[in-house]
């Protein structure tokens, strides 16, 4: 689904009102955990995800448009969130609460480039050949929305916090991986890497739950386990409330791998996920611990 946006120039509430309503539309278990965070600093992770959001739907969401366009618009809305951020102020419908988020904590501009440099990967590159390959390209579609995120947790220790928190934004992006194997088919796009594929004999291209893709998608849960045990060191390098906000959201994605195993490896059939009440359930939980 497409977040296309109106070109009404918003007040600064106003954009972090779309940013608060995005994030709850399209990345449920980013809201849900965000919820447990303090009121004062929950909407800058909004802000956060609504910039992410919208660069991915340009490349993805234009409908028909052809690659030239998307990449046009995909450098203009770069360019246009430098330019405002130089400024000081947006009247994009997303950027003004950015903008203002990204000033408020002084996060360095390098890491929305390596951003947008990824996303500008996916409309021309649709295979990795190893691993090391694809942790190129999930460098800047990953490991940057954890760096992004550690001024808003506000960690005592930043640099021992950096690794962790790039960790869990590798778990979370090959949880997608997983998860959206026959959605980024569609779109001619295959992440799990080709040697992977090719050592164990699979093909996604078959759709067919058949053993050699057990044995690849047992492989590749093992691999994003091993993330997600790496990124929980880092929660305890956090303040109590974003420690909670981190945990709860690294307990429920990784709660994807078990829907897959749950389902026998079929990616194809279904989509992997964990119930809305089940994310709501965990967020009331955590916010109940951080109030006693």
Request: charged fraction near 25%.
């Amino acid at each position: 689904m497409s977040t296309r946006l109106t070109t009404t120039v918003p007040t600064l509430d106003a954009s972090y009102r779309l940013c608060r309503e995005l994030n709850k539309r399209y990345g449920t278990t980013y809201y849900w955990s965000s919820l447990v965070l303090p009121r004062v600093v929950r909407h800058h992770v909004w802000a956060l995800y609504a910039f992410c959001r919208h660069a991915d739907d340009i490349v993805d969401d234009l409908g028909d448009a052809p690659i030239e366009e998307r990449e046009k618009a995909l450098t203009a809305y770069g360019d246009r969130f430098f330019a405002d951020l130089a400024a000081g102020r947006s009247d994009h419908p997303v950027l003004r609460a950015v903008v203002h988020t990204v000033r408020a904590y002084g996060h360095d501009p390098e890491v929305f480039r390596r951003f947008l440099a990824s996303m500008a990967m996916d409309l021309s590159v649709d295979r990795y050949a190893t691993w090391d390959d694809l942790l190129v390209y999930m460098d800047g579609s990953a490991a940057v929305i954890g760096e992004m995120m550690l001024p808003i947790l506000e960690p005592p220790d930043p640099v021992a916090a950096l690794g962790p928190a790039r960790d869990l934004g590798f778990a979370f992006q090959l949880t997608n991986f997983l998860r959206d194997v026959a959605e980024d088919l569609d779109r001619g796009r295959v992440y799990i890497p080709q040697q992977d594929l090719q050592r164990h004999d699979a093909d996604p291209a078959r759709r067919a739950v058949d053993p050699e893709w057990r044995a690849l998608m047992r492989f590749e849960i093992d691999r994003c386990r091993a993330l997600y045990r790496s990124a929980e060191t880092g929660v305890t390098l956090l303040p109590p409330a974003s420690a909670r906000c981190v945990s709860t959201a690294l307990h429920l994605y990784s709660g994807v791998l078990v829907r897959i195993e749950q389902a026998d490896y079929d990616v194809f059939s279904q989509r992997a996920r964990v119930p809305t009440r089940t994310k709501a359930l965990a967020a009331a939980r955590a916010v109940l611990h951080r109030r006693r």
